[in-house]
């Protein structure tokens, strides 16, 4: 089969790999039918995080059950599925609190940029939809591998929910699906930070009710002006880089939240946050505990996050999902095997 393998900072390629096998009982081999560049694989490919040696990359993904180890109960081959960036047992006692993302038993995927992709902890990580889904429902329920749940892991996080003020930091996929995210918890005001266009455009569309061009300091109090000067109830950072966690500090009012997701490159300054009462809570997302609920919402049509995939390009084209991401010419890459 062939599959992405990233040999260098900007240097992803198409590869023949070895074709994945059942290892464990609890197994599962998936043919893909679409997957997608994230914006952590961008860390490798701008040389911030190292690259050792080539790896095949890609984490996010939908496709059709090939294969199932002896053990898998809950899938079977022909089923359409859907599984989270971050494979868990879903039975471990972490797993039974909500916080799969931790799972005790944890594991990675070996590249799922790919024709086909070994899934670890089938019956945990998978999740089967009834029959299969209609063509134009793909891109949504590849976002909820990830960023949809991201997003929405970023607003559960800060405690968004009815009457709330929200402010996002971040217009990439998983900001944009923190917009959708906070709407759907029942949020008044969605602030969605952005100075590009098309993703303003994709912001409206998730129905953020306000936009704030300005960054850092001059962010935050745009935020504070449209918040009775004193910021938002609940912020979401969905960068991780200094200057955005920082916008996020500045964003808060005292008293309120902050959700963290983005992978964090930098620090929060805590002893700021303890005085004006700030709780900061996040971390990579529990999909499997998220995706029941989401896929339900996908599947009825209530949300479209599929809207952040601006580029759908063949497997073969890897190389140009990532660069039009890198170069922020697409807001997120869609590949078909
Ligand atoms: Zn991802
Ligand atoms: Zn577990």
Redesign the pocket.
């Known amino acids: 089969m062939f599959g992405a393998v990233i040999h260098a900072p900007g240097d992803v390629r198409y590869e023949e790999r070895p074709d994945p096998t059942i290892l464990e009982p609890s197994d599962a081999i998936v043919r893909t039918v679409a997957a997608?560049v994230?914006?952590?694989?961008l860390w490798r490919y701008r040389g911030i995080a190292p690259v050792p040696k080539p790896t095949p990359i890609g984490?996010?993904f939908c496709g059709v059950v090939e294969e199932v180890g002896d053990a898998v109960t809950t899938v079977k081959p022909g089923d359409f599925v859907v599984g989270g960036?971050n494979p868990s047992d879903n039975t471990c006692p972490v797993c039974r609190k909500g916080a799969q993302a931790n799972c005790l038993h944890g594991a990675h995927y070996d590249g799922a940029q790919a024709d086909r992709i070994r899934i670890p902890w089938a019956d945990g990580t998978l999740l089967a939809t009834p029959g299969t889904p209609d063509e134009d429902l793909i891109p949504s329920i590849l976002t909820l591998?990830?960023?949809m749940c991201?997003g929405w892991h970023a607003a559960v996080s800060a405690n968004v929910g009815p009457g709330r003020s929200v402010a996002v930091v971040g217009d990439g996929a998983v900001g944009l699906c923190a917009v959708l995210a906070s709407v759907q918890l029942g949020a008044e005001t969605v602030i969605a930070m952005s100075r590009h266009d098309n993703r303003r455009r994709v912001a409206r569309e998730f129905g953020a009710t306000h936009i704030v061009t300005e960054r850092d300091e001059a962010g935050a109090e745009a935020v504070k002006a449209l918040t009775n000067g004193i910021g938002a109830d609940c912020v979401l950072e969905c960068v991780g880089t200094e200057s955005a966690r920082l916008q996020a500090v500045g964003a808060i009012r005292p008293g309120g939240d902050i959700g963290l997701v983005g992978v964090p490159h930098g620090d929060l300054p805590i002893n700021d946050l303890f005085w004006r009462n700030v709780g900061v809570k996040g971390g990579p997302a529990h999909v499997r505990s998220y995706l029941p609920h989401l896929l339900e919402l996908v599947l009825d049509r209530t949300i479209n996050p599929g809207l952040v995939f601006d580029l759908d390009l063949p497997l073969s084209e890897i190389g140009e999902a990532y660069a039009a991401m890198d170069e922020r010419r697409a807001i997120k890459s869609l590949v078909r095997p």
């Open positions: 997608c994230c914006g952590s694989d984490h996010e960036f591998s990830d960023v991201t």
